[in-house]
């Protein structure tokens, strides 16, 4: 389970995505196949959410996991390598960011 809290250990992932109305449902399904099917089986993944915005320009992927090594290891593996290029010929951007969480209301 995803838990938004500043004392929990794990590391967030925040990757945002531009696409058009056009590409949108195929990118969010492009990425639910990827955590259904391979990421959220990975070691240290905790959660994830993914969330669009209403004119479909723009999703935002909330991500956890135990470790930084656990994330990048995720990302160097051949199979999301392949999923990435994929979702990169989707997007007109993309990119994952790792943040600390600093407050919680």
């Known amino acids: ?29 492009a990425l639910s196949e990827a955590y259904a099917a391979f990421i959220s089986k990975q070691p ?16 935002a992927n909330y991500s ?13 593996s051949a199979e999301m390598r392949e999923r990435n290029r994929e979702i990169s010929a989707m997007a007109r951007g993309f990119e994952p960011v790792m943040y600390e969480v600093v407050a919680r209301f």
Do not use: K, Y
């Open 1 to 29: 389970m995803v838990t938004i809290s500043t004392d929990a250990a794990v590391q967030t992932v925040l990757t945002t995505f531009e696409c058009t109305p056009g590409t949108c449902q195929d990118m969010i399904d």
């Open 44 to 59: 240290g993944f905790v959660g994830a959410a993914i969330h669009v915005n209403d004119a479909q320009t723009r999703i």
């Open 64 to 76: 956890q996991w135990r470790e930084r090594s656990d994330f990048q290891a995720m990302l160097r």
